[in-house]
């Protein structure tokens, strides 16, 4: 079993940089107006030719009401008649995709992201899942990985059962913070007993995994409150937790400007908080997978982790990377072998270009093999806090440290600091290290220099 994590201040401190997440790379900073619909008419083609598995993401945007932290793709509106024209060019993009795929090719992993999906009406989820499984080949047997993302202010009994006859077994709640004074500040009030709702129809239900997302660093939090709102989480026995650090980033996302700047916790208390957090779910057996992300040791990405099988894509960590994703809606990105590829997230744009049976690709990148070099290495890195030169010098048919002896300095910096091990044969994150596993991925990113720091959140 892997080593727990260990806190340490100074090297938190002097390595809490801003970067990526690392759910991609190049990441989507590096996609560029050249890639477009012609790109991903030929990847659908090779993915088709190779028969590889698929893993859908569904945008669904339209939320009620606005959370100020948000810095999600959304449109917030009280008109549920702007669902139907949405569907509507939805469930063209869907068919205009599928006809260039394989109807034998499994889709082993679909997810409802948003926005608020639960913001569709009951018939309007059965109408999308049934253009779905007219298009792809969804499998009926419960062994999929089919998740939703649910507000529980949006979702009753009746909903969970709906979602669960559809074929999903698998959801996402978020919560964020329960205390009220915090909930106010960020205009997201949801009691402890809505959410609990939710969580016991699931389990009543039998979906097979339930997460919770929570957020440090919001206003008005202190160690002491979010140590309470901990404690209650815990009690609700999530199978997976992620406990997102929050990026006051006002000047990039307007809704984060109704937010009073001087209400938030100082680096201090945000750091005070994030120990706190990761003791009490460390007492509580949940395992740090990595990046925010907290299991229960017999939930899938800890085993998956343990057999170094674990992958990470754009939704987040995963057993599925393997798989082709295909991403539909607004905003979507798709990874379809070494193409990236993302819809407009214009809402109008999105819906004009497929008003005229055009896809709405407007921006992506196509791999080249330094980019998938470096992708193989970080993803190990971020995965399994562990690298073995010789996989990546048979898989690449390289020379490790020649290929990047350049970097050599900084590894030994960091193995001085006690971040990694470091020896001619692999790399290995120390426990020290675990939580700034995304700053010895920076070093291995050959675009980071070339960008703006500010566009990224910070390791802690």
Same mark, same amino acid.
């Given at each position: 079993?892997?080593?727990?994590?260990?806190?340490?201040?100074?090297?938190?401190?002097?390595?809490?940089?801003?970067?990526?997440?690392?759910?991609?790379?190049?990441?989507?900073?590096?996609?560029?107006?050249?890639?477009?619909?012609?790109?991903?008419?030929?990847?659908?083609?090779?993915?088709?030719?190779?028969?590889?598995?698929?893993?859908?993401?569904?945008?669904?945007?339209?939320?009620?009401?606005?959370?100020?932290?948000?810095?999600?793709?959304?449109?917030?509106?009280?008109?549920?008649?702007?669902?139907?024209?949405?569907?509507?060019?939805?469930?063209?993009?869907?068919?205009?995709?599928?006809?260039?795929?394989?109807?034998?090719?499994?889709?082993?992993?679909?997810?409802?992201?948003?926005?608020?999906?639960?913001?569709?009406?009951?018939?309007?989820?059965?109408?999308?899942?049934?253009?779905?499984?007219?298009?792809?080949?969804?499998?009926?047997?419960?062994?999929?990985?089919?998740?939703?993302?649910?507000?529980?202010?949006?979702?009753?009994?009746?909903?969970?059962?709906?979602?669960?006859?559809?074929?999903?077994?698998?959801?996402?709640?978020?919560?964020?913070?329960?205390?009220?004074?915090?909930?106010?500040?960020?205009?997201?009030?949801?009691?402890?007993?809505?959410?609990?709702?939710?969580?016991?129809?699931?389990?009543?239900?039998?979906?097979?995994?339930?997460?919770?997302?929570?957020?440090?660093?919001?206003?008005?939090?202190?160690?002491?409150?979010?140590?309470?709102?901990?404690?209650?989480?815990?009690?609700?026995?999530?199978?997976?937790?992620?406990?997102?650090?929050?990026?006051?980033?006002?000047?990039?996302?307007?809704?984060?400007?109704?937010?009073?700047?001087?209400?938030?916790?100082?680096?201090?208390?945000?750091?005070?908080?994030?120990?706190?957090?990761?003791?009490?779910?460390?007492?509580?057996?949940?395992?740090?997978?990595?990046?925010?992300?907290?299991?229960?040791?017999?939930?899938?990405?800890?085993? %998956?982790?343990? &057999?170094?099988?674990?992958?990470?894509? +754009? =939704? #987040? /960590?995963?057993?599925?990377?393997?798989?082709? !994703?295909? @991403?539909?809606?607004?905003?979507?990105?798709?990874?379809?072998?070494?193409?990236?590829?993302?819809?407009?997230?214009?809402?109008?744009?999105?819906?004009?270009?497929?008003?005229?049976?055009?896809?709405?690709?407007?921006?992506?990148?196509?791999?080249?093999?330094?980019?998938?070099?470096?992708?193989?290495?970080?993803?190990?890195?971020?995965?399994?806090?562990?690298?073995?030169? %010789?996989?990546? &010098?048979?898989?690449?048919?390289?020379? +490790? =440290? #020649? /290929?990047?002896?350049?970097?050599?300095?900084? !590894?030994? @910096?960091?193995?001085?600091?006690?971040?990694?091990?470091?020896?001619?044969?692999?790399?290995?994150?120390?426990?020290?290290?675990?939580?700034?596993?995304?700053?010895?991925?920076?070093?291995?990113?050959?675009?980071?220099?070339?960008?703006?720091?500010?566009?990224?959140?910070?390791?802690?």
């Amino acid at each position: 079993m892997l080593d727990a994590i260990r806190w340490d201040t100074d090297l938190i401190r002097r390595y809490d940089l801003a970067g990526p997440r690392y759910t991609s790379y190049p990441t989507a900073v590096q996609f560029d107006g050249q890639v477009g619909t012609f790109d991903l008419f030929h990847a659908l083609r090779d993915s088709r030719k190779a028969l590889r598995p698929l893993s859908l993401y569904v945008h669904v945007p339209f939320c009620a009401n606005i959370c100020y932290y948000c810095a999600c793709n959304k449109v917030i509106t009280k008109d549920r008649g702007r669902t139907q024209p949405y569907l509507q060019r939805l469930e063209q993009e869907i068919q205009l995709i599928a006809c260039h795929l394989d109807p034998t090719q499994k889709v082993e992993q679909l997810h409802f992201g948003g926005g608020t999906p639960t913001f569709l009406s009951h018939d309007e989820l059965r109408q999308l899942m049934a253009q779905l499984r007219k298009s792809f080949n969804l499998l009926d047997d419960d062994s999929g990985d089919y998740g939703i993302e649910i507000d529980p202010r949006e979702a009753d009994w009746s909903t969970m059962g709906l979602l669960r006859e559809l074929g999903f077994n698998r959801v996402s709640i978020g919560l964020q913070d329960l205390d009220p004074a915090v909930q106010r500040a960020v205009n997201r009030l949801q009691s402890l007993e809505e959410t609990r709702a939710v969580i016991d129809a699931a389990r009543t239900l039998q979906f097979r995994s339930i997460n919770i997302d929570l957020i440090y660093g919001l206003p008005r939090q202190t160690p002491e409150n979010f140590a309470r709102t901990v404690d209650e989480v815990i009690n609700l026995q999530p199978d997976r937790l992620s406990v997102f650090n929050y990026a006051h980033l006002p000047e990039r996302f307007m809704p984060q400007r109704r937010i009073n700047s001087d209400e938030l916790p100082t680096a201090a208390q945000k750091l005070e908080i994030l120990q706190g957090t990761i003791e009490q779910l460390t007492q509580a057996g949940y395992r740090y997978i990595g990046m925010d992300h907290f299991a229960l040791p017999d939930d899938e990405l800890a085993i %998956a982790q343990e &057999e170094s099988t674990l992958q990470r894509n +754009f =939704q #987040g /960590y995963t057993t599925h990377g393997h798989c082709d !994703l295909i @991403g539909l809606g607004v905003s979507a990105i798709s990874q379809i072998g070494d193409l990236y590829c993302q819809n407009s997230s214009d809402l109008n744009q999105y819906q004009n270009t497929l008003a005229s049976a055009q896809l709405a690709t407007s921006r992506g990148l196509l791999c080249n093999a330094d980019d998938r070099l470096r992708r193989a290495v970080i993803q190990q890195l971020i995965c399994n806090f562990s690298l073995e030169f %010789a996989e990546i &010098e048979h898989a690449f048919n390289i020379d +490790f =440290q #020649g /290929y990047f002896g350049e970097l050599w300095p900084q !590894l030994q @910096g960091m193995a001085e600091d006690g971040l990694i091990e470091l020896d001619n044969e692999r790399i290995t994150v120390l426990p020290a290290g675990r939580l700034l596993v995304r700053s010895v991925c920076m070093v291995f990113d050959a675009y980071l220099e070339q960008q703006n720091r500010q566009r990224f959140s910070r390791v802690i």
